[in-house]
């Protein structure tokens, strides 16, 4: 493997289509490794947390293998850290999903289920499960979302969404019955999409080549000092 490729370390904890993950990052140009390491985490040039599942399962096992001080450290140290779905979620203060659990705090804000009625009291399916549109709330450049048009399809899998305190940080949001939710957030070096780029095509894609440019400069960078 050239040693000037950028390493992307996908975090195994056992909730979320890992591979799916490694073969998007794969396509752009990215060597990604599936990880439980602490010390390959801290090594690597940019860190991708997917995950599908329950909040306080999944914190429970971060806690097990003694991952939140080192996905904290990652998102502190300037390197870029993407959270997907559930990954997404866990970068929040807390979740009320199954109860009130701490998550890993690094965006200030909680985690909320979808309701099950509209504002005209219809039933709505939950969880979320298709595609729908991410409408921008804020300029995309220099985000992961940038060169993307707004109102893009995503693919989404979700009951929960999360509520940023600072909404400005907020890349865009989507719809689902009468809900508006955040759909996609980014604060400097930290991303999340509640939606899966590695299953939403093209348009998905693009935000892998993002991170690739992103983790590359970080990478050049790094090989000049």
Known sequence: MPVNVPRIAVVDY???NLFSVKRACEQVGLAAEVTQSREIILNS???ILPGVG???DAMSILETLDLIS???DVA???RPIVGIC???QLLMSESAEFGSHRGLG???GEVVRLPERSSNDERVKVPHVGWD???ATRVWSETLLEGLSDGAFMYFVHSYYPLPAAKEIELSRSRYGSTEFCSSFQRGNIFGCQFHPERSGGHGLEIYGKLAEAVGLKAERKSHV
Do not use: H
Request: aromatic share 4%; glycine share 24%; hydrophobic share 50%.
């Open 14 to 16: 056992g909730m979320g």
């Open 45 to 47: 040039d940019g860190v």
């Open 86 to 88: 559930l990954g997404m």
């Open 133 to 135: 549109r991410i409408q």
């Open 76 to 78: 502190a140290s300037g």
């Open 106 to 108: 690094i965006i200030d």
């Open 54 to 56: 329950a909040f306080g």
């Open 70 to 72: 080192v996905l904290q």
